[in-house]
């Protein structure tokens, strides 16, 4: 089953604008992941947020987490068109943690308009 | 530079035959992993190995079989491609640690007819 799902599915902004995508999983975590892919090509990795942790910062990024309510947010502040791309969020819920792979979500489709 | 590389960026094969998808890191990671990607279904894991000769299933093994002979390859085989097996895979690794972050390869995407 689906852990992770992002929302919204898609998000079109003006460049230098701010996106949030949001992200809701099911049951218990060690951390959250977020990375992006660009058109058909690998994920890359951009920021790891703890169970314990409720904000992270990494330059024009921002994270939160609410575990209460099994979900975490993704902020791109000051947008660029070379942010058009689709974000996932990952948990590593499994039972060996992220030793077992991580679940992802189905993704936001974030287009950044000129 | 951390690197996955993934041995073809597309591949068409047909029905019926087997494939190979090879994909090979050079950071000494412990666990990798390969994923399949399809339109409105996100990643899903497929088998991942936490050390040589090791091989787990994950959520979604049917028809597909794992080679991990050396520590820095990982095969992912078709034994019997089939049209429903057309999509993008992703290769993975890991190391052991706390957090898990994962290290992408650029895709093979398969295409079975």
């Known amino acids: 089953s689906q852990q992770g799902e992002e929302d919204p599915q898609a998000l079109s902004i003006q460049e230098g604008e701010n996106a949030t995508m949001n992200c809701s999983y099911k049951t218990s975590i060690n951390n959250l992941q977020w990375y992006r892919q660009n058109s058909g090509r690998g994920l890359v990795h951009l920021i790891l947020?703890?169970?314990?942790?409720r904000e992270k910062h990494s330059g024009r990024l921002r994270v939160t987490l609410d575990t209460s309510k099994k979900s975490s947010s993704l902020l791109i502040t000051a947008s660029r068109a070379a942010d058009t791309a689709s974000y996932f969020c990952a948990t590593d819920a499994g039972p060996g943690g992220g030793a077992d792979g991580l679940t992802f979500g189905k993704g936001t489709h974030l287009i950044i308009q000129p | 530079d951390v690197k996955v590389t993934q041995s073809s960026r597309y591949l068409v094969k047909r029905t019926g035959e087997k494939v190979f998808l090879e994909c090979v890191q050079d950071?000494?990671?412990?666990?990798m992993f390969w994923y399949r990607q399809d339109p409105g279904l996100g990643l899903r894991l497929i088998y991942f190995?936490?050390?040589?000769?090791?091989?787990e299933k994950g959520d979604i093994p049917e028809g597909y079989s794992v080679s991990r002979e050396k520590k820095e390859r990982f095969s992912l085989i078709l034994e019997s491609a089939s049209t429903n097996q057309t999509s993008m895979y992703l290769c993975?690794?890991?190391?052991?640690?706390?957090?898990?972050?994962?290290?992408f390869g650029p895709g093979t995407r398969l295409t079975v007819t």
């Open positions: 190995s936490y050390d040589v000769k090791m091989k």
């Open positions: 950071m000494d990671h412990e666990n």
């Open positions: 993975a690794s890991s190391l052991v640690s706390d957090f898990y972050e994962q290290y």
């Open positions: 947020i703890r169970s314990n942790e």
